[in-house]
């Protein structure tokens, strides 16, 4: 399939005559939407891993991080919180 597709991408980017374009566009989509249509399939089953992130951050750091960034933003804005 991919193959199918590399093939279709060099002939139409050496394709002279306008005419040919059409027809080889119509195929290279078709065969695109095919492809990704398999890629959807095999990726219903794939084992999907949960993004778990790991905060440097500490925990009771956090409060006053917001509010430090909540005064900056009044301060430029010319008013209080």
Known sequence: ???KIR???VRLLAEQDEAKLAPLIV???DQLHRH???LRAK??????TIERRNYSLAQSELP??????LSEKAEAEG???
Request: hydrophobic share 45%.
């Open 27 to 29: 195929e290279l989509r």
């Open 1 to 3: 399939m991919e193959d």
């Open 64 to 69: 006053a991080l917001i509010d430090r960034a």
């Open 36 to 38: 990704i249509e398999r």
């Open 79 to 81: 008013s209080e919180i």
């Open 43 to 48: 990726l219903v089953d794939y084992p999907v």
């Open 7 to 9: 093939t279709l991408c």
